[in-house]
Nanobody, 116 residues
Framework: QVQVVESGGGLVQAGGSLRLSCAAS????????MGWFRQAPGKEREFVAR????????QYADSVKGRFTISRDNAKNTVYLQMNSLKPEDTAVYYC?????????WGQGTQVTVSS
């Protein structure tokens, strides 16, 4: 069983920064990538960023390029999302997804609220 736990959400003013963390339990063997998604009220869940576990290649949604940075710590089975220059439209529940051995594992989500 893989457990995925996010942390680091909160309330911040526009222009501020937050760093989210996502820790995955269990061995890393078979992990292909880890990523972040978000879901705002009344909207569908959308892709934010992801990082490949072995090579470290990253991908970002256009809406966050240049503001968000995803990184990983293989030894800690943890992925981070550094969010800078936050905007009110970044307000959402942020979910971490672990892609391991062909199965997706999701965390419970962490709320990020950006006030104008």
């Amino acid at each position: 069983q893989v457990q995925v736990v996010e942390s680091g959400g909160g309330l911040v003013q526009a222009g501020g920064s937050l760093r989210l963390s996502c820790a995955a339990s269990g061995r890393t063997f078979g992990t292909y990538a880890m990523g972040w998604f978000r879901q705002a009220p009344g909207k569908e869940r959308e892709f934010v960023a992801r990082v490949e576990w072995s090579g470290g290649s990253t991908q970002y949604a256009d809406s966050v390029k240049g503001r968000f940075t995803i990184s990983r710590d293989n030894a800690k089975n943890t992925v981070y999302l550094q969010m800078n220059s936050l905007k009110p439209e970044d307000t959402a529940v942020y979910y971490c997804k672990v892609m391991r051995s062909g199965i997706d594992y999701w965390g419970q989500g962490t709320q990020v609220t950006v006030s104008s």
